[in-house]
């Protein structure tokens, strides 16, 4: 058996076979950082998680990168209401969403480029792009890539250009060349950010930024990008018409991936939409496995269902697994060999089942079904007397396996233990702060930090985390 991704380019599952072997380049969407990150935005990052640790665990060396927007409408328009500077509100968040990845327990990407920091890449790119006559420039300064000189537009999301045309219901603008045309520099306007370009100053439009810190960061050539199914259309239909016509490369990305998106009842959990759970919210209820056991308990293709129901499931299926990881009875008289030669066997069965279920498309629903079935034989082997000698080969497996998934089973009485503890130091701490014995408050934090424990203050109180 050999890895199966599905291709969103071609439709279908393919033998995965990086360019250059046992490497993968891999890009993925990431967020624009504008304000809090909810759980839509932890879903995308989480299902990237695993896929990167599928790929190590069998032996890949993958070159994880994830772009942050700092430059955008949404920033500039946010920044105004607020009345700070769109670069201090993206620095802002881009912070907090650093402490959002290390708290959900993600791998941390390679690189994380930001628009601002490539310019000059971002200008290169569509500089080469006018130069081969696939973009244009008006006379304000605004440039703009010219969808018929790519005639295979559309082949990501399965659109012609007459579709897309038919689909503009607002009036075009008429000083496009043609309506599908879309922007890859906006001339600068009075209180908004801008840099110098050789046709005039002015800020990257949106989807340009991915094409150029690909570029900068992993090449002409990409193996995996990656994204939720929102951004087939326009955003990476858009990309591969840059990228390719730029580098005269095709194809641009070997395998497409894309995540369906995070559901409230009918509707995507999104900002527009007012359904959104934030991470921070969801995190002051609910450890970060428990997250991401809801993101593993359904394909991640599929839309996945956010309510009080998913989320009690993924508690509880937590929970199952963890118990596989409970110790034996210290009385326990032991197995004979024969019962306990076959708990090794079953192990070894699991990691197989587990294996073949990862290898399918990332199927993690059964991956995790291998678990639960190893757990029961766990559980079984326990209660027929197993000591902890016999127990432990298989509770290694088990672990091995979680690990891949990113979740951690080692039993947690340790963590769960000091919370209390942690919080009433800070509720003394902010007390102290309060009357303004900055001396002692301080001493609470550095001695905290000494242990590992470290104190964040925000606008919403302090926050502590491990490490
Ligand atoms: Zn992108």
Redesign the pocket.
């Known amino acids: 058996m050999a890895l199966q991704v599905y291709n969103t380019l071609t439709r279908k599952k393919e033998l995965f076979e990086p360019r250059e072997p046992g490497i993968v380049r891999m890009y993925v ?1 990431g967020p624009t950082v504008y304000d809090k990150a909810h759980l839509g935005h932890a879903m995308s990052v989480v299902v990237y998680d695993v896929i990167r640790r599928y790929l190590e665990y069998r032996g890949y060396t993958v070159r994880h990168v994830m ?1 942050y927007t700092d430059v955008d409408d949404k920033i500039i328009r946010r920044a105004r209401e607020l009345g700070v500077s769109p670069m201090d509100l993206a620095e802002h968040y881009i912070q907090e969403f650093e402490r959002h990845m290390r708290e959900l327990g993600l791998m941390q990407p390679h690189v994380k480029p930001r628009v601002s920091q490539e310019i000059p890449w971002i200008i290169r790119v569509v500089e080469g792009l006018i130069e081969k006559g696939h973009a244009y420039v008006l006379e304000n300064g605004d440039v703009y890539f010219h969808v018929p000189s790519k005639p295979d537009y559309g082949k990501l999301s399965g659109r012609s250009l007459d579709e897309l045309v038919e689909g503009y219901r607002i009036e075009p603008d008429p000083r496009k060349k043609h309506p599908a045309d879309f922007a890859l520099w906006k001339a600068a306007k009075p209180g908004e950010p801008s840099w110098d370009a050789p046709w005039g100053p002015g800020r990257p439009g949106w ?1 340009i ?2 094409s150029a810190m690909n570029l900068h960061h992993l090449g002409e050539q990409l193996d995996i990008h990656g ?1 939720g199914q929102d ?1 087939i259309f326009p ?2 239909e858009n ?1 591969i018409a840059q990228s390719e016509s730029y580098t005269g490369r095709a194809p641009f990305v070997r395998y497409w991936l894309h995540n369906g998106l995070l559901m409230v009842g009918e509707s995507k959990m999104a900002k527009s939409e007012k359904n959104f759970v934030t991470i921070d919210d969801f995190l002051k209820e609910h450890e970060a496995d428990v997250f991401r056991m809801m993101v593993l308990q359904s394909h991640y293709r599929r839309p996945l269902a956010f309510s009080d129901a998913t989320v009690q499931q993924a508690e509880a299926a937590l929970a199952r697994l963890r118990g596989g990881m409970k110790p034996a009875n210290p009385q326990a008289p032991g197995l004979d060999a024969g019962p306990a030669a076959e708990l090794q066997h079953q192990a070894q069965e699991a990691r197989q089942a587990f294996i073949a279920a990862m290898d399918d498309d990332f199927n993690t629903p059964e991956a995790l079904a291998a678990l639960f079935t190893l757990v029961r034989h766990i559980n079984k082997a326990r209660e027929a007397g197993a000591t902890d000698a016999q127990l432990q080969p298989a509770q290694e497996v088990l672990l091995e396996l979680g690990g891949v998934l990113g979740l951690d089973l080692l039993p947690k009485t340790g963590a769960v233990d000091v919370q209390p503890f942690i919080q009433l130091l800070l509720e003394v701490r902010e007390e102290l702060r309060k009357q303004r014995l900055w001396p002692l408050a301080d001493r609470i934090r550095d001695r905290l930090a000494e242990l590992g424990v470290r104190v964040e203050d925000t606008p919403a109180g302090p926050r502590w985390y491990l490490g």
């Open positions: 969407c772009n989807h930024e991915c994204g951004l955003h990476h990309e």
